[in-house]
């Protein structure tokens, strides 16, 4: 198992590239199941996700190939079933629901049960099915849905769900006549999967917006397809930019969908320029207090929390973050307080008040955002700072020792001989 040390107090300056969008590459895998054809990918992170999901993939028949550029030969489906196995390591396994049921009439897949960072139910993603008329049991800790074939439906979802409203629009895209999601996701992850089902010749409108419109269509084609690039990872180098008081260009990011983020960067006084080919984040002074609260997209991106929480721990004055997408995702917070931040959790509230410094110590990543926030913490911390379980940052970020030391970062990774 690996664990990255880092010795903090160097400003991070120069120039770093963003990864393809984790969160947009795994349910563009899943499409592929759609159509009996071959697909490539290009831009897609290598991450543990993304191997997790290829594993997942091959389990259905499909053939896979590649790294970054990946070919998904889906000609050969011959399984239905997300195993247990799987689904318990990444929630987002999910995603093979409706492309299965949607195109070969039948999917077994295992509840994901809670996970860190909440209860996270997939009560959204069955009542759609259902209401496209698959039949749905739990067996023995499964969810299995059934289907001649399913037909367009008005589906109102009750809370806006991202992976949900992946699943249904890709169940819809193959359904027979017109589905109409409300209350979607406006993710631009949702946007990107209707660019790719589109592109593969289904028919769906307003994707982005609340309600999209889906005319199912019978047959769909492999594609060609460049992964968008991910508005976390370009977030979370924005944030070590910020708080290192250094000099960052964020290239190849979209700006556009990190707007939240640059907004309540620039409340914390750091100077945001879009430039030509990225994000320029600079900051010559300490940086102040800024409140947040998680919100769906457009709103500030429950994703972004925890590397927000380490700002604010080193900002003067006192934040209040709220998180109102995940009941539990505050498990960084044990792991910054023992670095000297000081943060009183109250419910879904954390009342930050800003110390002069963090100083270094051993930490344990719990999962993946929370490894992130430790990593950018021991970039500001004094002394070293060892973080442990990196596998979970593993999940979401490719590499981003190597990303950042050429940006002044000392940080490393060490291969430790068994558990941690
Ligand atoms: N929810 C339900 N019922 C459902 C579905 C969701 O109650 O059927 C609740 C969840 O428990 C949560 C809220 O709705 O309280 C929103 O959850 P959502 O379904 O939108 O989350 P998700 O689709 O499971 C995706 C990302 C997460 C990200 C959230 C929120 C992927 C693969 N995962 O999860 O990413 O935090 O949306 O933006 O797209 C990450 O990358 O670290 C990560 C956790």
Redo the contacts with the bound molecule.
Sequence with gaps: MDKIHIEGGHRLRGEVRVSGA??AA??ILCSSILAADTSVYRNVPVLRDIATMGKLLKNLGCAIEGERAVTVDSRQVSGFEAPYELVKTM??SV?VLGPLVARYGRARVSLPGGCA???????????GLEAMGARISLVHGYVEAKAKRLTGARIVC???????T?NLMMAAALAKGHTVIENA?R?P?VEELARVLNKMGARIQGAGTSAIDIEGVDELHGIEHSVVPDR?EAGTFMVAAAITRGDVLVRDCMPEHLDAVIAKLRTAGAEVTVEEGGVRVRARHELNAVDITTQ??PGF???MQAQFMVLASVALGQSVITET???NRYMHVQELARMGADIHVDGRTSIVRGVPKLSGTTVMAT???ASASLILAGLVASGKTEVLRVYHLDR?YEKIEKKIRPLGAKIRRAHVKGEL
């Design positions: 984790k969160n795994l349910p929630r987002a995603l960072i909440g209860a996270r139910p997939i009560d959204q993603h069955l009542k009750d809370i806006p769900t991202v992976t949900g992946e996701a993710e992850e976390i769906p997209y991106p429950t994703d997408i995940f009941e999962d993946l955002r979401g």
